[in-house]
């Protein structure tokens, strides 16, 4: 499968512990994105890479949040001190860059659903 | 930034019937507006997308209609099948990075 595969799948934890994920992309897909999906809503941005430059962050990316992309291939997300409003899916996706186009299409992965208790 | 509404949040149909979901947006700069299919407990399968200079696409049951001037698009399903029943989601995006996606549709084709 080369898809995009995130890691893990579920993760619960208690309020106030740290977490990571981890994001692979599709092969050789230079932009990275984060998002973050609550229930019954759409993917909200957090953030974006271009190889291992973090190029946006959202306004949502409190400073509890790190995300990473060091060698410009697989990504990690860090929540630092989790709050149970960080219960969410938290959605990678990776495109291709685009040439002389200003849009390419994004490819999700499966998430991961985080329950803070 | 951009806003982007969908309606209606849910939507039933019989097995055969078409169904028609309707997303607006806010910035006239956006170019690009991709649909996609989401499953329980998966992530956004992208099913099809159309780009700011063409004004409809179709691949076999399933069309999108764009109007630029009205900043307007719209997904069209024929020929509705059980498995079809599923959230669908519009987005929109104006440049090389974010996509900003609708509420959400909740499709479900009655057998």
């Known amino acids: 499968d080369t898809g995009v595969s995130q890691n893990p799948r579920h993760k619960i934890t208690k309020r106030g512990q740290n977490v990571t994920f981890r994001c692979d992309p599709i092969?050789?897909?230079?932009?990275l994105y984060w998002y973050r999906q609550t229930l019954g809503q759409g993917p909200e941005f957090l953030t974006y890479f271009q190889n291992e430059a973090q190029l946006e962050k959202s306004r949502l990316l409190s400073d509890r949040f790190s995300a990473e992309r060091p060698k410009g291939s697989f990504s990690t997300l860090e929540i630092q001190r989790t709050e149970q409003g960080d219960s969410a899916m938290y959605l990678c996706?990776?495109?291709?860059?685009?040439?002389?186009?200003?849009?390419?299409?994004?490819?999700f992965g499966p998430g991961t659903r985080l329950t803070v208790l | 930034g951009e806003n982007v509404e969908q309606h209606p949040s849910t939507l039933s149909v019989q097995e055969g019937d078409s169904a028609v979901i309707k997303c607006t947006y806010s910035?006239?700069?956006?170019?690009?507006f991709p649909w996609y299919k989401q499953e329980l407990g998966k992530g956004p399968q992208l099913i099809i997308d159309i780009r700011s200079n063409v004004g409809e696409k179709k691949d076999q049951r399933i069309a999108v209609t764009l109007n630029k001037t009205a900043k307007h698009f719209s997904l069209h399903i024929t020929e509705t099948q059980p498995e079809d029943s599923a959230v669908y989601f519009c987005a929109a995006s104006g440049n090389f990075n974010k996509f900003y996606f609708g509420s959400g549709t909740k499709l479900n084709v009655k057998p």
């Open positions: 910035d006239s700069a956006s170019n690009y």
């Open positions: 996706a990776s495109s291709p860059l685009a040439g002389r186009t200003s849009y390419n299409e994004q490819f």
């Open positions: 092969s050789e897909h230079n932009r």
